[in-house]
């Protein structure tokens, strides 16, 4: 069978309007600016307003403007991966929700949810559709509405966490120089003790006990889950490197996971790379989960090069973590 090369075409994202800054949790919880910037590098985070309005709210857009910047017709989409862990109900799967809006009424679509790392996960997976023959044009998006499952009392959780989506097209490429090269995933289920959300599954289905006790929040036991992820997505970027027999100044780009502003300086030592390479932009989104790669992809989009070769680095709650070794597939200047 044919081997395909699988390679990012086009990236959009989406970002609600209302920014909360450090200033405005200040009156919500007993924390101040200072004290957030120092432990986590975030100064703002965008948050979802309003009644009724799910994740897809954000991704849905994000993929009708991905769909006009490629001039793609929406019939051609054979896939829809929805990385996230704010879907807007258990089921139907959110990505059925945004095929059915955004009109890509050929694609099949499913969610995947590995916390954090999701998107890089659902990138990996798409790659696979591409690469082995089956499909030719899928869309990854990228989106969480974190502050549906946000204790604004906790400040260990409010003070990270913000809304976005993003998306990407992801299709075959005629040189199969570009595109995927290579991807390094792992997860460990002993960590799921460190970040979780106890109630809302079916092990403990949402009763009014568990709304009272906040069971139905992001739990997280933050050092225990700095010091993993600064261990592991540092080692999942070396051993993409190894693996490529790449050294750290053959990297034009990295792309962290934004986290933590203290984890990106950890993975960023631990390559030996210069500030200039790493893609940072927590300080005005927060933590986005599954949106965080997208959006930084977005972001410098415009500064990327054909050929360019770039790290994606992510670590999440589970635990799950990885890294992607992929060479850019067009100028977008």
């Not at 693996?243 to 950890?266: G, M």
Request: with cysteine; net charge neutral.
């Amino acid at each position: 069978m044919q081997q395909y090369t699988a390679a990012i075409k086009g990236v959009e994202c989406f970002v609600p309007d209302f920014r909360l800054s450090n200033k405005l949790l200040e009156e919500l919880v007993e924390t101040n600016e200072e004290w957030i910037t120092s432990r986590t590098g975030i100064q703002e985070r965008r948050i979802l307003k309003g009644k009724q309005k799910g994740m897809t709210e954000m991704a849905i857009p994000a993929v009708r403007q991905l769909l006009t910047k490629t001039k793609t017709n929406p019939k051609d989409i054979d896939l829809i991966i929805c990385a996230t862990v704010t879907p807007d109900m258990v089921f139907p799967a959110s990505a059925n929700i945004i095929a059915d809006k955004t009109g890509l009424s050929e694609a099949f679509g499913f969610d995947l949810n590995a916390a954090c790392s999701g998107f890089i996960y659902a990138l990996s997976t798409a790659s696979q559709f591409i690469q082995c023959g089956t499909y030719k044009k899928i869309i990854v998006v990228g989106a969480d509405k974190m502050s549906s499952i946000i204790d604004y009392e906790d400040r260990k959780t409010c003070v990270i966490f913000g809304d976005a989506a993003g998306a990407v097209l992801m299709e075959r490429s005629e040189d199969a120089d570009l595109g995927i090269k290579d991807f390094w995933l792992k997860s460990d289920g002993a960590g799921a003790e460190h970040l979780h959300q106890k109630a809302g599954g079916s092990k403990m289905p949402p009763t009014h006990q568990t709304v009272d006790d906040k069971l139905h929040y992001v739990y997280q036991e933050g050092k225990q889950v700095f010091k993993f992820a600064v261990t592991h997505m540092a080692d999942a970027s070396r051993r993409i490197l190894e693996r490529n027999n790449l050294k750290s100044e053959d990297i034009d780009w990295l792309v962290p996971h934004q986290a933590n502003k203290r984890i990106i300086d950890a993975t960023k030592n631990a390559l030996e790379l210069p500030d200039e390479k790493v893609l940072v932009n927590i300080e005005r989104y927060g933590n986005t989960t599954n949106a965080t790669i997208p959006l930084c992809l977005w972001e410098w989009e415009s500064k990327f090069k054909k050929g360019d070769k770039i790290i994606l680095a992510a670590f999440g709650g589970g635990f799950t973590w990885g890294a992607i070794y992929l060479k850019w597939a067009y100028d977008s200047k």
